[in-house]
């Protein structure tokens, strides 16, 4: 067994060369309320994954869900995150990037699956594909506000993580997702909407 990582929710390690996303005890909860939380997040990240594969988007292959160890089973995706790449990526190549996020949001999202945490750190760069992992916020939805409070959320974790290139960066995920996506013209409208609502809120709260 080979730990790789601990978060706030789960921690992952390696075991006989397939990753493991083991949910953690919280001990500040009655046990029995713990114990369904678990299984239920547990439940519906396997699910999303194996929705997400089947609808052509790139994310870890699911081998088996341990629903008493509240643990998934998954491909070991090898590669780098798409911030580290994009940190070191020419123009062109931020810009193939770009094109690919684009398609696979609008590919999730027209599979009624919205991630809730789409940053560039939840993405891996492996065998010229974007994959994306960390679906434990993630949730089914064809509502247009989700879509569009998906697509929020990434375009501000952007902002912060990629500064100098965010507007090209942006543009090109923006342009690919026009391309592929149904229901644009109302998910871009209700973007422009939760923008005004955050900024509205952000100058009252000055």
Not at 24 to 31: D, L, N, P, W
Not at 130 to 159: H, N, P, Q
Not at 196 to 206: G, H, P, Q
């Amino acid at each position: 067994m080979d730990y790789l990582a601990k978060g706030a929710e789960a921690v992952l390690y390696l075991e006989d060369g397939r990753l493991v996303k083991e949910r953690a005890v919280k001990e500040y909860r009655i046990r029995e309320l713990d114990d369904r939380l678990r299984k239920l997040r547990t439940q519906r990240e396997a699910k999303l994954l194996e929705n997400a594969q089947n609808a052509g988007v790139a994310v870890p292959k699911i081998y088996k869900t341990d629903m008493r160890g509240y643990k998934i089973f998954m491909e070991y995706v090898k590669g780098p995150s798409v911030k580290e790449v994009l940190e070191k990526a020419s123009d062109d190549e931020a810009g193939i990037i770009a094109e690919k996020i684009g398609s696979m949001v609008a590919r999730m999202h027209d599979a009624g699956i919205v991630h809730n945490d789409l940053t560039t750190s939840n993405m891996l760069l492996h065998e010229g594909l974007v994959y994306f992992i960390d679906f434990g916020l993630g949730a089914t939805s064809s509502r247009i506000e989700d879509r569009a409070m998906d697509l929020v959320v990434l375009k501000r974790s952007l902002s912060v993580a990629h500064t100098a290139g965010f507007k090209e960066l942006w543009s090109g995920i923006l342009e690919s997702y026009k391309r592929c996506a149904k229901n644009v013209p109302e998910v871009l409208s209700r973007v422009d909407m939760i923008e005004k609502r955050v900024r509205y809120s952000e100058s009252t709260a000055l």
